[in-house]
């Protein structure tokens, strides 16, 4: 299709939705980027540019960027919750994908500001405090005029539930902690990612914004209901007690803490439809993921690349969403699996069981250095943005 013929509405200003604006907007389209809220604040914490996810941003022009607003990771140290002992080391320089495009660590905030200066550069329209929903709303509600609407409005999309009706996601009996701790000069322990593993629980960190933040994401098994969504504050009292008889590496981290946020942990279905009449949906309106992997901001990244990349090669809409969804629901269901399946060997609960875990953890590292991230090449080394 000739998308400079073409006019796109996106609902939604962030990743995904920029993105994929950007994308369309350099292929010659009309795009407008419909944000609810009224800025574009900085929002969240820090979060994971996998090789596969920076594949995207080299095609869209914007790695060399993104590697100066980030840390290029080394890699991630697994260890035991009490002790602080190494488990395991997964080392990114053994592996080629991770050499080709860089494994980053970023402000979600650093990454929502260079899209958006993109965007704002290819001749997106961003209009914020911004209120519509996708064709066939109930009357009363605007529905923007486009040839496609695409939904990047995150885990409680209206566009997803336009196309799929509306889906319950069910308590994971998971709850999350973030918090950005300001680490003293001279005192961020290197782009090594930390991660203590410990029954029902987990703690990972790793420095942002050149070592001057530590990203704190604590994770606990419990079966008091807490509430979808980053924005609910708790006291750090809360998250320190959780983590009492961690490392005290941990505590002490734990206790420079003074504002810190909690969220439930639900899962949510891959949606069957990711497009209908004049609609497609993307990034977490598609397919939300829990956190175990470091892949919501990747995928979207994908997402974007594949969706405007199909519209720009397909004879007619409808093939290119039929091309799109086929190109990627494979993928997304696999990786979603996979975080799943982090998320238990984190919390391994009986002492026995653990402690086996972690030794053959450690064998199998000693063995073969590179063999435990070599696991996840079909992950970080894709790239959507080759032919």
Not at 316 to 322: I, P
Request: hydrophobic share 45%; net charge negative.
């Amino acid at each position: 299709m000739k998308l400079d013929r073409m006019s796109f509405t996106v609902i939604g200003a962030g990743v995904a939705g920029l993105a994929v604006a950007t994308a369309l907007a350099r292929s010659g389209a009309r795009v407008r980027v419909c944000e609810q809220a009224d800025a574009i604040r900085e929002v969240g914490a820090g979060l994971q540019v996998t090789p596969n996810g920076a594949a995207v941003l080299a095609g869209l022009g914007l790695e060399r960027r993104a590697l100066d607003l980030g840390v290029r990771a080394e890699g991630i140290e697994l260890r035991d919750h009490e002790e602080g002992a190494r488990v395991l080391t997964l080392d990114f320089a053994r592996r080629r994908h991770t050499n080709t495009h860089p494994y980053l660590y970023m402000h979600r905030a650093d990454l929502i500001g260079l899209l958006a200066e993109a965007a704002a550069d290819a001749g997106v329209e961003v209009e914020l405090d911004a209120r519509v929903a996708p064709p066939g709303a109930p009357e009363g509600t605007p529905a923007p005029e486009a040839d496609l609407v695409i939904g990047a409005d995150g885990l409680r999309s209206q566009v997803r539930a336009a196309l799929n009706g509306d889906t319950q996601p069910f308590f994971t009996g998971q709850v999350a902690w973030r918090a950005l701790v300001p680490v003293e000069a001279g005192a961020a322990p290197g782009a090594m990612a930390q991660l203590y593993m410990g029954p029902r629980r987990h703690v990972v960190f790793y420095p942002l914004r050149g070592g001057r933040l530590m990203n704190v994401v604590a994770v606990e098994e419990r079966h008091s209901w807490v509430a979808e969504g980053w924005n609910h504050p708790d006291d750090p009292e809360n998250l320190q007690d959780s983590f009492s008889d961690f490392h005290p590496a941990v505590r002490d981290l734990l206790a420079r803490a003074e504002k810190v946020h909690i969220w439930g942990l639900f899962r949510h279905p891959v949606a069957p439809r990711w497009h209908g009449e004049g609609m497609a949906i993307l990034g977490d309106a598609a397919h939300p993921t829990l956190p175990f992997l470091a892949q919501g901001a990747n995928m979207a990244l994908e997402d974007a690349w594949v969706l405007a990349h199909s519209l720009a090669s397909a004879d007619d809409m409808g093939s290119a969403l039929a091309a799109y969804q086929g190109a990627r629901i494979a993928r997304v269901k696999r990786i979603v699996e996979a975080a799943n399946r982090n998320a238990r060997i984190y919390h391994m609960r009986h002492p026995l069981g653990r402690a086996a875990l972690h030794t053959a953890m450690r064998l199998g590292g000693a063995l073969a250095p590179g063999a435990a991230l070599g696991r996840f090449d079909w992950l970080y080394g894709e790239d959507v943005t080759l032919p």
